[in-house]
């Protein structure tokens, strides 16, 4: 879901999943999301259609904007002046 959102908004602008140059990830519980990562990454190759070349961070914090969720994906993509939409 959170990657369909991404590729989304990325839309918006012109741009996709290979414009983004890094990522980070917000995560409420850490333990948990070692746990995870085999999974995580599988819908993140799944998302860029191959395993991406993208710095990555993983950043525990108490809460996320809306109660109960567990993970949060924070992109930057960088795009030319000439493919901007």
Do not use: W
Not at 24 to 34: I, L
Not at 59 to 72: C, D, M, R, S, Y
């Amino acid at each position: 879901m959170a990657y369909a959102n991404i590729r989304s908004v990325l839309g918006e602008f012109g741009a996709s999943m290979v414009h983004i140059v890094d990522e980070t990830f917000y995560v409420t519980n850490v333990e948990e999301a070692h746990e995870y990562l085999e999974q995580i990454f599988a819908a993140r190759a799944e998302a860029y259609g191959k395993q991406p070349e993208v710095t990555q961070t993983l950043i525990g914090v108490n809460a996320l904007f809306l109660p109960g969720l567990k993970l949060e994906v924070k992109c930057v993509a960088i795009l030319e002046n000439d493919e901007l939409k």
